[in-house]
């Protein structure tokens, strides 16, 4: 069962896109702007809408951290922001000053990509913001983009039909006629599938065209082979163009938006429909699945986003391995913890978590002390990583499965406060959050827009001792 929970109606032209991050939505407009909306209440964050585009904004994308979201624009731009305080870090200017279509980041953050009207494909180095390397597709306006699993590759989709695949050098690898009439959105699951033949481990990709179409694929990735790409289905339903898909995080349902106003929400096992979403009054433009949580948004161009929320227990978002509570972590299977590998971007560990019989139990209990002794990960930087993920999963099991009391979140960020401190209006607020908001020298109160009369920040000792005995009953009867 899916049900519409909420709609947002802030835009005052057409609704071009729609992002989750792990606590924020994002969406963009003909209007020029970009609106961030907690999960929580689907309140928009202070600092939202984002201005700076002078034109339509086509585009928007978090990167995997949620810190950081890209947005693009007709004016040939693609500005990059700080989404813990709508700072903006960075404007990156298509070189042929094109309108840009599509931004997407890969699963490190190491690349930007940003594609345009005039067929040019741009790789942006994020640490330093600059250009990194160009290319051009042969055909049309570059629509659609989307990354490999493991970020060596990316594909792109042209007005004129064709997926085109690159590596990280820009190289042209594969080109595919997909849509005699042309792409206009394509997306990969981050799950991996075996073929059941050769143990090979295929990503799907599922591509939407003008053609009324959304076509599954089967991509096979291996650095000594490239790229190989089969066709996998069909997916019918709509009687309309098919303007934007989207994998659910465990790569078991797929949603589309159409011209016919609908929103169909595939099994991508079967390629049965699920379920049919009527309720948007013109075209369907974007929908996507959150990351951490069973919702569902789509925007369209009677300017408005519709949250959905959807039952865990139908067959396709079942084994969503964000979705589970704390209590089915602890029971998955050692294949279930190589799923998780899988989406958080460790694949490279799988073999060494199922040789160490690691299943969601040991997951849980995993510390510094057993990455290092126990599994012999030597890279300090690994370790951190695979910890923080850790960390992130238990975070996520305790958010989605509770309400967090109000006054436990940060006004800024809208997420759990780690390091609370008090300014000085009084209010409560997540230490670095707060300090960038100082840093871009507003002196000026996040909460009630007056002056701060200081800017020195006091611990809140008090509210962090609250929030850990919160969190300790949380992770006690969770």
Known sequence: MTTLIHTLADHSDDVNYCAFSSSCLATCSLDKTIRVYSLNNFTELPYSPLKGHTYAVHCCCFSPSGHVLASCSTDGTTMVWDTRNGRMLAVLEQPSGSPVRVCRFSPESTYLVSGAADGSVVLWNMQSLKLYRSGNVKDGSLVACAFS??????????????????????????????????????????QPISDGEHGFRYFQMASSGQDNQIKLWLILFADFLGVELKYKCTLNGHSAPVLACAFSYDGQMLVSGSVDKCVIIYETSTGNTLHTLSQHTRYVTTCAFAPYSPLLATGSMDKTVNIWQFDLK???????????????????SEDDVSAWLCAQDLADFVGLFKMNNIDGKELLNLTKESLTNELKIESLGLRSKVLQKIEDLRMTMISVSVTIPDEFLCPITRELMKDPVIAADGYSYEKEAMENWISTRRRSSPMTNLPLPSLMLTPNRTLKMAINRWLETQQKYS
């Open 149 to 190: 699993p493991n970020g060596n590759f990316f594909v792109t989709g042209s007005s004129c039909g064709d997926l085109t695949f690159w590596d990280d050098k820009m190289r042209c690898l594969y080109n595919e006629k997909a849509h005699d009439l042309g792409v206009t959105c394509c997306d990969i699951s981050s």
């Open 314 to 332: 139908q067959p396709c978002a079942g084994n969503t391995v964000e979705n589970e509570s704390k209590v089915a972590v602890e029971v998955w």
